[in-house]
């Protein structure tokens, strides 16, 4: 069952993403190197940003998170989400 999962990350910035984007050699509004990954988009908030993913599986979200994106968040100084949050997707459609 694919899973929507929406994390805050209070006190980051989009600069701090960007550059974990880039070491982990994803191209901005590129392919994502990930299979199961299905959507994803960041924004900036008032108290930092907020990243909203759909994955094909929680399971598939939680490795790629341990093994791919902790250690480089880490690296680039941002910590740990202050919110993170899983929904059930109903429904789902993507560009033709």
């Given at each position: 069952m694919a899973v929507v999962v929406q994390q805050e990350f209070?006190?980051?910035?989009?600069?701090?993403?960007?550059?974990?984007i880039a070491k982990l050699g994803i191209?901005?509004?590129g392919r994502h190197?990930?299979?199961?990954?299905?959507?994803?988009?960041?924004v900036a908030t008032d108290e930092g940003v907020?990243?909203?993913d759909i994955w094909t599986?929680?399971?598939?979200?939680?490795?790629?998170?341990?093994?791919?994106i902790v250690?480089?968040?880490?690296?680039?100084?941002?910590?740990?989400?202050?919110?993170?949050?899983?929904?059930?997707v109903h429904n789902y459609n993507t560009a033709g």
């Open positions: 209070t006190g980051s910035t989009v600069d701090q993403f960007d550059e974990a191209p901005a509004g190197t990930e299979s199961g990954l299905l959507f994803h988009y960041a907020e990243i909203t599986t929680r399971e598939g979200f939680e490795k790629f998170a341990q093994e791919q250690p480089v968040t880490r690296e680039v100084g941002i910590s740990p989400p202050t919110s993170v949050e899983f929904f059930e």
